[in-house]
Every structure is written in C-alpha cells, then in structure tokens.
C-alpha cells in the first residue's frame, strides 16, 4: 500500500525513461542530454541495434555519470555476459530471451546486476507469465508478443493492447515497452500507470538508426505523463 504521506503530498510519481538500441555516440548523447534515466546497448547479432563489446564499452562509458546502462541480451552465455559486464560495467541486465526464472536468480547473483526480465504480451493470459519472475527479477519488462515470424524477440515496434495491465497489483515494479512512440507514450502510461517505459523503434527513421529529435520528444512526452501519486 502506498504510504499515507506520500498520498497527501499529491506530487507527482516519477517515471523511469529508458531509451534502448543506442549504437553510436551521436545517438546516444541525444537520449543523454534529453534526460533519458537509462541508456540500452543491444548485444544480439540479429538486431540492426547489435553492438560489439568494443562499442558497448566506448558507448557506456560515454553515459557513465549521466544515465544508468542497461544490456540486452537474447539467452546469452555467461560468457558473453562476463565479458560484457566487465567491458561496460553496466547497471541493468535486460533478459529478453527465454530465460527462466532459476537461470534469472543465478545471473543476478553471479554479475550482482539488477535484472530486468521481458515477458510478452499477446493476450489476457499472458500476462500471468510474468507471475514466477516478480520474486527473482528486479523488475518485468512487459514487451509485445513478436509478430509471426518475427526474427527478433523484441524491438519490433509493435504495441500490445495496454488495458491487459490494469489489473496488475500496484506494487509490482514493471517496465512498460512494446511499440512505443512519443504520440502514444502518454496514453501507455496514463493507462497502465507505468512507472518506467522504455523505447527503441518509437524514436527511429528506420531500422537500428535513431533519430535525435524522436528521441528528445518521447523524453519529454513520457515526462509528462508522469502519473500523480493521487491518481494511483
Ligand atoms: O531492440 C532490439 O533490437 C531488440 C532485440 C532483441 C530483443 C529485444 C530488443 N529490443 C527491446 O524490445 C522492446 C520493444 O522495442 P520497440 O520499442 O517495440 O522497438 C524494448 O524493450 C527494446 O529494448
């Protein structure tokens, strides 16, 4: 339950902006300077967002100070995760494969990260999938389910219909994503009463290459959806 005072201050409730998918400097100052809270390096050959450990480690450390770094991996080894981890020092372990909930709880203790674990949404009864990950990971990331043949298992730029999260108990902590874009982010938020969000293809011109302005515009927009304490 929400505290008594925090409900009386009626301020307004933070909300978390991640942009995802940065691959070049440029890109990534804009999210950095539009005050983006999190920063998303992709390590997954298919994505046209895929970054080398060379480039993960020059772009993280360009946000370090100014944005948390998060990672996204597809089922990858702890290998590669080690590695990465090492070169960039991230924050955030995204997991957007088909990690289960015992391989969640060992990353977070082997790389003593914070966890994010993406669940997708198709449908009503999707979203209980996320019922064994709210104890291992720090938070759920809800994305939409890929569309048939989809070859990534994110980053599609496809919305999931957000009134499935309503019923959620207020208190999980999840992230909102899943086709997000600076003219729908405040309707995403306003519905689901997302305390985070995260985008990638929403502030792009086309695949992999995002666009700065898109970028300041869906910070800005998702800031202003902040929904208030009152309103939870
Ligand atoms: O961005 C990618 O290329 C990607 C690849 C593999 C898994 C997830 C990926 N992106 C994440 O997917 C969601 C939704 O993205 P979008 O806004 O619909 O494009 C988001 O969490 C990205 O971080």
New binding site residues.
Partial sequence: MRSERVKEAGAAMSLEVKI??LSEPRTLDAALDAGADVV?L?S?PK???HVSVEQAATLAARARGRARVAL?T?DATDNLIAELVAATMADIL?L?GQESPERVRALRLIFGREVWK?VPIGEAADVALAQPYWDVADRV?F??RPPAGAS???????AFDWRLLADLDPKQSFVL????TPDSVVEAVQTTRARAV?????VERGPGVKDPDLIAAFVTRARSAAVSSSQR
């Fill in positions: 995802c998918g998303g992709v997954f994505s046209p967002r996204l597809v995204q957007h993406a990331l994305d939409a990534l298992p994110g980053g599609n730029g496809v994503s899943g086709g997000l995260d985008v990638s293809s929403g």
